[in-house]
């Protein structure tokens, strides 16, 4: 079931997702070559909990860490490890979630390690490019299946992979709601947008192949082929004025924070 928000409530989900946008931009600022995955997920941690909030990946369905921390190849899920040293020319899919207020915000991006090659450069942002793209199909009236043909179309007209196993969701009270978000589809097909929806929209797109298996961890996505992947993500909420995007820098003591993600 798709829960409809009022302007009141998606008014107080802003504070979850400014929150969740100030954990991503400080995961982004330590993304250095040296500094393990763990190291970030555990300032994270600090950062959500010292101002009154929730690290919303914290233990959901045995998830062991704060943040996903996804290295290179690892498209999704990737587990903070103090045995993951980041190193120049790497990429780091950081997500972030928290519950603040009793509503979450959900948030992605990719960030470079150092300096990364063309090649992968033009993977990071043809994916913010393909994320910009669907938030602006999010408008009343228009069906999902325009937000994910904005991403698909983008991506595969530049060489790229777009993963199907994995998609965008419902966002509210909980992190994942009805109705699930893909990133390929033709346009007027699917369930139709209305005001008060709130959706995470997070394209994941390959430098390769888009095939991908999990790791036995049961949770890490990973490409068949090794080659980059990369995630961003907004937590978006379709207004009769337009798509608000929720994660998003807004006045408030955890919004001090310059650099990572936009």
């Known amino acids: 079931m798709i829960r409809i928000k009022s302007p ?9 997702g400014s929150l969740s946008k100030a954990a991503l931009r ?23 909990r010292l101002h009154g909030a929730i690290p919303t990946f914290k233990g959901y369905g045995g998830f062991p860490g704060s943040i996903c921390a996804s290295v290179n190849e690892q498209i999704v899920h990737g587990f903070p490890s103090q045995k993951a040293v980041l190193a120049e020319g790497d990429i780091l899919s950081v997500d972030t979630g928290a519950t603040f207020g009793g509503w979450v915000g959900d948030n992605a991006w990719t960030f470079a390690v150092g300096t990364v090659s063309t090649e992968v450069m033009g993977l990071l942002e043809c994916t913010r490019d393909c994320l910009k793209a669907a938030i602006e199909q999010a408008v009343p009236g228009n069906r999902l299946g325009d937000v994910g ?13 777009v993963v199907r196993e994995y998609v965008g969701h419902g966002v509210g009270h909980e992190m994942h709601e009805d109705p699930n978000v893909p990133n390929y589809g033709k346009r007027g097909r699917g369930v139709r947008l209305q005001a008060g929806m709130v959706i995470a929209i997070e394209p994941m797109i390959t430098l390769g192949t888009y095939s991908n298996h999990v790791l036995p961890n049961g949770w890490t996505v990973v490409t068949d082929d090794g080659l980059p992947a990369a995630h961003f993500e ?21 919004c001090q924070l310059q650099g990572g993600g936009q």
């Open 8 to 16: 009141e409530q998606i008014e107080q989900m802003k504070s979850a």
């Open 234 to 254: 907004n937590t978006v909420a379709i207004t009769d004025d337009g798509p608000v995007i929720l994660t998003q820098d807004e006045d408030g003591p955890w």
């Open 149 to 161: 043909f904005a991403v698909q179309s983008l991506a595969e007209e530049n060489g790229y992979g």
């Open 26 to 48: 400080l995961a982004g600022s330590m993304a250095k070559p040296g500094v393990t995955t763990k190291e970030i997920d555990t300032a994270v941690e600090r950062f959500i």
